[in-house]
């Protein structure tokens, strides 16, 4: 993958969900040392995601790998190792 391309992740959550409220806190102190972007999906908006993560929310997903990295919490030797890849 080209070094300037900026890696992208999905956090699939749910409203009021205080777990993936704080995944997002994390991420976006994360994003000023790391350099990726991420969105988040309310998985209530599509059933065929309700069908997949349910409970398992909130979901942190690496778009340029195509995998899930962690759920619930945010874990940081997975996220870390998958932002130093190239």
């Not at 994003?31 to 998985?43: A, G, L, P, T």
């Amino acid at each position: 993958m080209d070094q300037t391309q900026s890696k992208k992740l999905i956090v699939y959550g749910r409203e009021g969900c205080h777990l993936c409220e704080e995944m997002i806190a994390s991420l976006r102190d994360l994003q000023e040392k790391s350099r990726f972007e991420f969105e988040v999906v309310n998985i209530d908006g599509d059933d065929r995601l309700v069908q997949m993560y349910t409970e398992r929310v909130p979901v942190l997903f690496a778009v340029n790998e195509n995998r899930e990295l962690c759920h619930y919490f945010l874990d940081m030797v997975v996220v870390d190792s998958y932002l130093s890849r190239a």
